[in-house]
């Protein structure tokens, strides 16, 4: 059981947003939470376990608010009981470091060197797509490990690859990158056990190679 008084330290935006959701009734995210842009916060409660109700394939209602005079974006809790946490384990700043030279502080998309700010660390299968709480990833783990788990890439193409696997999972439709609908192992239709593998955001290195190798044997 969750602490029903509130399982969220007092002061933060999460607490917060508890304390208006805790009547497991449909609110307002644009005027009854803390935060102007809430939308993070409650992907993070949900990872974490809360069970907010889902319509259709989203997160949130749009229902008219009288003290908003206009249709906006509601939240509901189905339940004070947490489900399964889904949340990150940590990355230690050595590891993070060993993995951006391994890929030579190169996006893996583009192949270029991302100068001016850190590349990122990201992991293949998108969180989204998880079935159960990350552990703390070993900081001495093999080179191996890393490339089956772990990628960098820019910025913009982190983004770009979280927003393109969001609309997988809500679709059930994978993909494709660059434009191209190109998928090594399996079809556009995401299937489990295959999952992520043979789709260009999970592994673009191996999908441009294949890729290669298939117009290559058609020429």
Partial sequence: MVDKNNPYKEGTVRHQIFEV???????????????????????????????????????????????????????????????????????????????????????????SKVTGRTIEVDHRVPQIRWSEKEQDNDPNMSDEEIRKKFMTLSRENNLLKSRHCEKCFKTGKRQPLLGIKFFFKGSEDYIEPLGCQGCGWHNPKGWKEELNNTINSQT
């Fill in 21 to 111: 959701l805790k009547d497991l009734r449909w609110h307002c995210s644009q005027h009854e939470f803390s935060s102007s842009q809430p939308a993070k916060t409650l992907q993070t409660m949900r990872q974490e376990g809360m069970q907010f109700e889902k319509v259709g394939q989203n997160w949130e209602k749009r229902m008219f608010c009288s003290s908003c005079g206009k249709k906006t974006s509601h939240r509901r809790l189905i339940s004070l009981d947490k489900g399964k946490d889904m949340t990150r384990g940590n990355i230690p700043e050595s590891l993070k470091k060993r993995i951006r030279k391994l890929y030579s502080f190169k996006d893996e998309i583009t192949e």
